[in-house]
């Protein structure tokens, strides 16, 4: 059985500076765990009838194929992306919203509940989340933390059938896998510019532009109202809709200028757009069309509301959805000014506006940030703007009355602000607090363990920090290193590395090779280093790390502790056992007499040493210890908690190794059930604990129930974590081997092929799931009956195993028995039987007598001397 490496990382927690990554930014926050008085809560409260959050209908025309089609998108499937032509070269304002919009209105009795929900990112979806608890129970949410006010709705959500919950302006796909993938007692409808990236199981609805009939009705019924208008008003508007691209939004917009302005006629206003706007429908710019007609808007703006144009140009620079009236309003305005300027806004449609809040469209923001000329100077306006923007949001961060910190409401509303304010920062632009601000928003991010979230944010600080304070200042340093772990954070070693190089080398230049912070900066390269497979530079720089804390901190320092876990988790992946389980017994030990028996810490220590001893074979050791790290876990960190989690699901592989299914699967069926109640049904731990499923259930020979599940593990990891992240790349490997197993090489061979070739194109030639799938592919080539093809691969898949691993490693071990096989299928003795014998004698001196590995070299070599042939065992991925 292919097993799945990422549960050696999930059940291998680094501690300390190797799992924080940035010495700035406390602890990760690693699960959302309801407090105990509020768990079962979700599933006795009731909605009202009639419970949203939707704003008043939209006009909605000439789209009543695509309503009815999306209706029978969602009661067939319960799921549906409204998305937008590519003609429209991925912008706004085809009419994605106002559709699903006007569905949800259509159809609002057939739903106890419907709840709209801002998309553009993560942050923004939890946001709306929260906003559902405080609906259904207010007085608990006032004293509720973020997390568990999102984990609430979550659960109300999967106790109460029958709602609908829409998703506008969706960024990335996979931002929706934790909702939709974990609640099934609804309907899920997503809007979004993306036409790509969607999984199979949420079908699209193309939506393009108007038809030439129904834009002209759309522009009369916006400017006439319930009035007829004359042949010459069609024939009019019939031009200028053409004119327009019969685009939905820039008709709303010139319909409601010409709405404000009952004076100016179709023909005249036509006139007024200029030469630029190209006359045919086909091949309309869809920005430069808006930009052209916002022209002649802004101009009446500028004539009726300099107070109005205002407001715009701040709200231009502020994330796009939910910004309160309060935010957009300057000192000294009266409350009552800015909601007659809010209200002209909106006459306009140049904003959406509840009463207390706005929401802006993105083509808006677009075009009003969008600098002067190519070397982006921004005029006066622009920048007046954006400092009312960054004035605003600073003066919203202030404290209540008689508290010294902002509360957690406040960085929760203004944290979307905040990334939109540092995503879109002029070049050479500074604000020295709102950099403060950056900092402290990355820090609440990183401890709701939304790292990567943070990158925008640490991007500016780090441009601030740059310019006001050098290149090499320790702040500068510091940030920098933060910016790093949020692009490892998200994958992205590419990124990562560099900068960890980078700051690790500045840190050894201005601070010292042994200062704290260099020794922070080696830690994480290595850690770094370990996370791409290469193996060969991370122990030397872990072991030079460990050293220099030992000397310059103390052998029982925390952050020594922290590199020696690392150390030795790096030595159990390069298969130096020798030097691994040593390295974890001394290090458990410190950790219970420095740290306590049950601290964090030591418990991971202690679910390290555990998988150690069964890599080792020495179930004996590892089971009662593995019970050991449960039984702590749960009583200290919850039922529920990730770490408990991965506790559990390590149980269970000590319970396979064993080969006791009986306790084994059961074991991952309920952890499995918990990943998906707790964390949702895409959350990688989830994954890792679905994938360990199907591979205990391939051991079991059930591979009608493996299959599927593997099928289902990879679809999910492709959605969520990218075609060729490491953990992706696993599934398809297990999923070929579990064909394999079923004797279906057909499909096995293409997809260890690919898989292959992924990971040399992602992980590099030598990273160990590089090594594997070369290993695994030359099994399937001698399956096949090719050993032409089998041997050349084992032969360069062993030199290379051991390069990196080592003559004794169980990978070369393993594949050097699968070459002797592959001599002996071709009938070559002299070189299969020797092959034989040198394998049972590394095993013999590195496992010992009865180690399974040991125990096949042995059987291996004695069905060789009797010219039986042997089917090679496949190559696991560890």
């Known amino acids: 059985m292919s097993t799945d490496a990422a549960m050696s990382r999930q059940g291998i927690e680094a501690g300390g500076h190797r799992s924080v990554a940035a010495e700035q930014i406390g602890i990760a926050y690693t699960g959302d765990v309801l407090p105990s008085e509020a768990l079962h809560a979700p599933a006795k409260v009731t909605a009202a009838p009639g419970t949203s959050n939707l704003a008043p209908v939209a006009l909605c025309l000439g789209r009543d194929e695509e309503l009815a089609g ?262 000294g305005i009266e409350p009552d000014d800015i909601a007659e300027a809010i209200g002209t806004l909106a006459a306009y449609s140049m904003v959406t506006d509840t009463g207390s809040s706005v929401t802006i469209h993105r083509m808006v923001q677009t075009v009003l940030r969008t600098p002067q000329d190519a070397v982006g100077t921004y005029s006066e306006r622009h920048l007046q703007g954006r400092s009312r923007a960054e004035e605003n949001t600073l003066r919203h961060l202030t404290p209540p009355s008689g508290q010294e910190n902002t509360t957690n409401n406040q960085w929760d509303s203004l944290t979307p602000h905040l990334v939109n304010l540092a995503a879109t920062t002029p070049l050479g632009h500074h604000n020295a607090a709102l950099t403060e601000a950056y900092v402290a928003a990355a820090s609440r991010l990183h401890q709701q363990g939304h790292t990567a979230r943070t990158i925008s944010l640490s991007e500016a600080v780090l441009a601030e920090r740059e310019q006001v304070l050098g290149y090499a200042h320790p702040d500068t340093l510091s940030i920098r290193n933060n910016l790093a772990a949020a692009f490892e954070s998200a994958g992205d070693l590419g990124r990562a590395i560099p900068l960890y190089v980078t700051t690790l080398v500045q840190r ?69 056992l020798g030097r691994a389980i040593p390295l974890y017994e001394t290090t458990l030990a410190q950790r219970e007499q420095a740290l306590g028996d049950t601290h964090p810490d030591t418990l991971a220590t202690r679910n390290n040493l555990a998988h150690a001893y069964q890599t080792a074979g020495d179930l004996e050791r590892a089971i009662p210890l593995h019970q050991a790290t449960l039984a702590q876990r749960k009583q200290i960190l919850g039922d529920t908690h990730p770490h408990t989690l991965s506790s559990r699901t390590n149980l269970a592989d000590a319970y396979l190794a064993e080969g006791d299914l009986g306790r084994a699967i059961p074991l991952y069926e309920t952890t499995l059930a918990q990943c998906e109640q707790a964390l949702g049904d895409t959350h990688p731990h989830t994954l890792v604990s679905r994938n360990c499923l199907a591979g205990a259930y391939e051991s079991a020979g059930d591979l009608g129930r493996a299959i599927p599940l593997y099928e289902t593990t990879l679809a999910q990891r492709e959605q969520v974590l990218g075609d060729t992240h490491p953990d992706t790349l696993i599934s ?147």
């Open 70 to 331: 999306l209706r029978r998108i969602l009661t067939k499937q319960c799921e549906g992306a409204i998305t937008q032509s590519g003609a429209v070269h991925g912008l706004g304002g085809i009419g994605k919203s106002a559709l699903a919009l006007y569905y949800a209105h259509r159809y609002r009795s057939d739903y106890t509940l419907i709840w709209w929900i801002n998309a553009a990112s993560s942050d923004e979806i939890e946001t709306s989340l929260t906003n559902l608890t405080h609906m259904l129970v207010p007085d608990w949410s006032t004293t509720a933390g973020r997390a568990a006010q999102v984990a609430w709705a979550m659960q109300w959500l999967a106790w109460n059938p029958g709602w609908l919950l829409v998703y506008d302006n969706v960024e990335d796909p996979g931002n929706l896998a934790p909702y939709t993938g974990a609640l099934h007692q609804g309907h899920h409808l997503a809007t979004s510019r993306r036409t790509t990236g969607w999984p199979d199981s949420i079908p699209t609805l193309i939506l393009g532009n108007l038809s030439p009939d129904d834009a002209t009705i759309l522009l009369c019924r916006l400017i006439f109202k319930t009035d007829a208008p004359t042949p010459r008003q069609q024939a009019d508007a019939r031009a200028l809709s053409a004119d327009l691209g019969h685009f939905p939004l820039a008709i709303r917009q010139a319909g409601a200028y010409l709405t404000q302005n009952l004076g100016v006629s179709l023909d005249s206003y036509r006139r007024r757009l200029g030469a630029k706007l190209a006359k045919a429908a086909h091949g309309i710019n869809a920005e430069r069309t808006i930009a052209q007609i916002w022209n002649v808007t802004f101009h009446a703006l500028e004539e009726s509301s300099s107070l109005a144009v205002e407001v715009l140009h701040t709200a231009a620079w502020l994330a796009p959805d939910d910004i309160p009236h309060t935010l957009l309003t300057p000192s």
């Open 508 to 576: 050894e230049q201005i601070l010292g090779d042994t200062h704290p912070n260099t020794l922070i900066s080696r830690n994480c390269l290595a850690g770094a280093y370990e996370s791409a497979g290469d193996l060969g530079r991370a122990i030397p720089l872990y072991e030079t790390t460990l050293a220099q804390r030992e000397q310059i901190l103390g052998d029982t320092h925390p952050d020594t502790l922290a590199t020696r876990n690392d150390l030795a988790y790096t030595y159990q992946t390069a298969g130096d």
């Open 732 to 878: 398809r490997i297990c999923l070929a081997g579990a064909y394999e197993s079923a004797g279906d090489l057909g499909r096995a061979i293409p997809l260890y092929e690919t898989s292959l070739t992924q990971c040399e194109q992602t992980l590099g030639d030598t990273h160990p799931h590089t090594l594997s799938s070369r290993t695994n592919l030359a099994d399937a080539y001698l399956a096949e009956g090719d050993p032409g093809r089998a041997i050349p691969l084992y032969e360069t898949a062993i030199a290379q195993c051991e390069q990196v691993f080592g003559d004794t490693h169980p990978n070369t071990l393993i594949s050097r028995n699968n070459l002797a096989g592959a001599y002996l299928t071709r009938g070559d003795l002299g070189r299969a039987i020797p092959l034989y014998e040198t394998t049972l004698a590394q095993c013999e001196q590195v496992f010992g007598d009865t180690h399974p590995n040991t125990l096949i070299s042995q059987k291996n070599l004695a069905n060789a001397r009797k010219y039986i042939e042997v089917t090679p065992r496949k190559n696991t991925t560890t």
